[in-house]
């Protein structure tokens, strides 16, 4: 995933399970190996590589992902999209690599042309799916959420009741420090902001961050995003610095953290109203930082 993991364990009286290590190992492995575009063994660039028109099937972590993905593509009418793998990687945050150019009209037509989960048929129950177009999945945007969650759940399995989990700034916390305190974390905050960090509470719950400031480009004196409006086929513009969601699940942490970033200011922050999101966001105008909460995320400061 081209990140970092760690998982703080409370260990229980009996011990540490003697396979927590190879249960971790396991379940981020899985995750590797069915989603990442990086991987050229995994079973999403099977599926982005097979010729289109006919029926592909796919890992039951795959299908649930998808769902999901699917799911919030709909409640944010398309800004966030899990099928957008050819967008991504014409602007340098795919496969490919980096560009040193910026893609013309007529190149950003032609991928949007070749993207959208308009042009997926998906058979969950059958786990397998269809595309009508040759489009491209890419699950950046809420594979690391879901790795999180998976890992907490192989340490349930194993009866441990009290960690938390992070991989790449998506945490999740369960149960409660050997001093009875729950997992108390900061927001993660872009660079260069002074003002005091958000620390929260994670009893049971997961956090999830998407910002400008993660990846990007720069070229001829402008900012280039690694946020894309899956609508515009663009980078996003509006001056979102970093959104962050809490939510019982990581993988809905995350794919609404970006699509809350794409939405922007007021139409992100009025669907996460909607929604029910607890929602942090910071906005860029000029040299001034704002802060915006939905009334989920005020109700939980108290």
């Known amino acids: 995933m081209g990140t970092q993991w760690s998982a703080r364990i409370v260990v229980p009286p009996s011990g540490l399970p003697a396979a927590t290590g190879r249960a971790i190992t396991r379940s981020l492995d899985g995750v590797i190996a069915e989603m990442s575009h990086w991987d050229p063994a995994s079973d999403i660039r099977r599926v982005n590589q097979d010729r289109h028109g006919g029926w592909q099937s796919v890992p039951p972590a795959f299908a649930h992902v998808l769902a999901a993905a699917i799911d919030v593509s709909e409640r944010s009418k398309g800004a966030f999209d899990p099928a957008m793998g050819r967008l991504a990687d ?57 790795a999180v969650d998976a890992l907490a759940d192989a340490l349930r399995t194993l009866g441990l009741t009290d960690f938390l989990v992070e991989i790449g700034g998506e945490l999740i916390g369960e149960g409660i420090k050997p001093d009875g305190q729950p ?104 040299e001034t930082i704002s802060e915006r909460v939905s009334p989920a995320f005020a109700q939980m400061l108290g």
Do not use: N
């Open 183 to 286: 997992w108390w974390v900061a927001l993660e905050q872009p660079p260069g902001i002074t003002a005091p960090p958000i620390r929260i509470a994670l009893h049971g719950v997961a956090v999830a961050t998407s910002g400008d400031y993660v990846r990007g480009f720069d070229m001829a004196g402008r900012r280039y995003a690694h946020t894309l409006d899956p609508r515009t086929g663009r980078p996003i513009t509006h001056g979102v610095v970093s959104v962050s969601v809490i939510h019982r699940e990581c993988m809905l942490a995350d794919a609404w953290a970006t699509a809350l970033t794409v939405l922007g200011p007021d139409a992100g922050m009025a669907l996460a109203t909607r929604q029910e999101l607890a929602a942090h966001m910071l906005v860029r105008t000029g």
């Open 90 to 146: 014409l602007w340098g945050f795919g496969p490919s690599g980096p560009r040193t150019s910026v893609p013309d009209d007529v190149a950003i037509a032609e991928a949007m042309a070749a993207s959208g989960v308009s042009a997926v048929e998906f058979d969950r129950a059958r786990l397998r799916l269809r595309r009508t177009r040759p489009v491209h999945f890419d699950f950046s945007g809420i594979a690391k959420g879901y």
